[in-house]
């Protein structure tokens, strides 16, 4: 069975002054590179209580995608996307230096690939990766948070989650050479209809797991995307953090060209033309607080 892989995403500043969230895709069309490294999507929240949070994620996304674009055929995946992921660590631990503030500068990290029905993901900081498989939601990851540290180290989950510090984080890029890095000990295999979620804090503190799990019932990712937006900010809390999620869709196309399988980006030629340029000439295309369909973009990667 081929698959095709139905992507989207939304990134909504919240009640916050700044747009700290930051995602981006690597190129859903170049077959040839799909071939060995397959396609990935990143999405960092960068941590306000720290110096320069909006630049730290817009770093890591870019650095993640340069790095692990320029994969060779030769490379393991969990190899190359270890190195990347201690890239961009040092990358943004660089910048704090830069600025004058070593070690408050960081955000969170939260990375899927998938190449021939496999499933790899990594993740820094609390930014979360989900599975919904046969409308079962599951957390694949771990949050790098005290509350967790503590309940590894003996304590009950109530007593853990009751400490004042209990969100605190633990590990985040930029943290150095203590980074704690939360993977998958074996690829996972993807069936047809599983849909995976990427998301910021701001979009689980927001919904409950029923509630996330119930909108990622959506056949439409892109819908689906939007709806987890309109249902947390329909709450409307007080201070609502900045939301960012992205969603991907695995579904059965007998028609998909590429061997493994077809996403389906045809954008009409005068958007593509307009951001290819854009892309050219800033090397960056930066989206906040808005709504965004990747499916009728270039494939061109992009963040912010």
């Not at 859903?28 to 306000?48: N, Q, T």
């Not at 890095?181 to 910021?200: A, E, F, G, M, P």
């Not at 953090?241 to 028609?255: H, K, M, Q």
């Not at 045809?266 to 958007?271: D, E, V």
Request: aromatic letters at 8%; glycine letters at 6%.
């Amino acid at each position: 069975m081929i698959m095709q892989i139905k992507q989207g995403c939304n990134s909504h500043i919240g009640r916050r002054q700044n747009q700290q969230d930051s995602f981006g895709f690597s190129d859903f069309e170049d077959e040839s590179f799909i071939s060995h490294g397959g396609v990935m999507a990143v999405v960092c929240d960068g941590m306000g209580g720290l110096e320069k949070g909006e630049e730290a994620s817009i770093l890591a996304v870019k650095t993640i995608l340069d790095f692990y674009m320029s994969k060779k055929p030769n490379q393991s995946i969990t190899d190359i996307l270890d190195k990347a992921v201690l890239l961009a660590n040092d990358k943004v631990v660089e910048e704090g230096i830069d600025i004058g503030a070593p070690g408050n500068v960081g955000t969170t990290l939260a990375i899927i690939v998938i190449h021939e029905h496999k499933l790899f993901w990594r993740t820094v900081g609390d930014s979360r990766i989900y599975l919904q498989r046969d409308m079962k939601l599951k957390q694949l990851n771990v949050d790098h948070t005290y509350g967790n540290e503590l309940v590894q180290k003996g304590f009950s989950h109530e007593e853990a989650f009751q400490h004042i510090d209990c969100n605190a984080l633990v590990s985040f890029i930029g943290v150095g050479d203590t980074i704690q890095i939360d993977r998958n000990t074996s690829s996972i295999s993807l069936k047809i209809n599983d849909v995976i979620l990427l998301c910021t804090d701001g979009v689980y503190n927001s919904l409950s797991t029923e509630e996330i799990s119930d909108i990622l019932l959506i056949p439409d990712a892109m819908k689906t995307a939007k709806e987890l937006q309109n249902k947390a900010l329909d709450k409307q809390f007080l201070h609502q953090d900045n939301l960012t999620s992205i969603v991907l869709r695995i579904e059965s196309n007998s028609y998909a060209s590429n061997k493994f399988f077809s996403c389906k980006v045809r954008p009409p030629y005068i958007i593509s033309l307009v951001f290819t340029i854009i892309l050219y000439l800033s090397n960056a295309v930066y989206l906040g607080g808005i709504n965004i369909d990747v499916t009728k973009l270039p494939s061109l990667f992009f963040w912010k």
